[in-house]
């Protein structure tokens, strides 16, 4: 897999999740499995663990994860969640990030096969807060296409669905569609997700 460049897409989600209100933390997201604080509790675990896994660090970041929980959400959310962003940037910078073999998930993998995770955890999560609280969404286009490459392999009509399930069923979306459309239709969104008060 080809190095890419969180940089954009890393720096786009520190922005999405500065501009959450906290009233905005209980309302559901098209995530079925998360509220708006579970899903920003994630994104500040997934920074931290992947950011690990391109340092080949084997410890307990890249172990066995735990879903989203808004009950384990900093208190300095707004800061500590772009920080660990911006060190999972130069993380995934770093010579060799993208070589040999690491572990996410208690897993291990060619590092290039978690970087592509990675872009698909980045891209769909930043569509998910985008949405859920109302903010413009912005997809870096190298991000997008990595993500498409992990779902091309993964995603399946047949995953698993369901309220504990953060991405599910593929769903069917034209191949006119655009590239952000095609990776959210596989990554088991509803394109059409709106929160209830919209």
């Not at 735990?66 to 995934?92: E, F, M, Y």
């Not at 592509?116 to 998910?128: C, K, N, S, Y």
């Amino acid at each position: 897999m080809e190095p890419i460049d969180f940089g954009p897409a890393a720096q786009h989600l520190a922005i999405l999740v500065t501009g959450v209100g906290d009233d905005q933390r209980g309302a559901p997201t098209p995530c079925p499995a998360y509220q708006v604080g579970d899903l920003l509790e994630h994104i500040g675990t997934l920074a931290r663990a992947f950011a690990a896994a391109a340092r080949k660090d084997r410890g307990p970041l890249t172990g066995q994860p735990s879903a989203g929980d808004a009950t384990r959400l900093a208190a300095d959310w707004r800061v500590s969640i772009p920080r660990d962003l911006g060190t999972l940037v130069r993380a995934w910078s770093a010579p060799g990030a993208w070589d040999g073999i690491t572990r996410i998930a208690a897993m291990d993998s060619p590092a290039g096969m978690v970087g592509v995770t990675l872009a698909d955890e980045l891209v769909v999560h930043g569509w998910d807060l985008a949405r859920a609280t109302g903010q413009p969404f912005q997809p870096d286009p190298a991000a997008v296409r990595a993500a498409r490459s992990f779902l091309d392999l993964f995603a399946s009509p047949d995953a698993p669905a369901g309220d504990e399930v953060a991405f599910g069923p593929s769903r069917p979306t034209s191949p006119s569609a655009p590239d952000l459309d095609q990776v959210l239709a596989l990554a088991g969104r509803d394109l059409t997700w709106a929160p209830a008060n919209a």
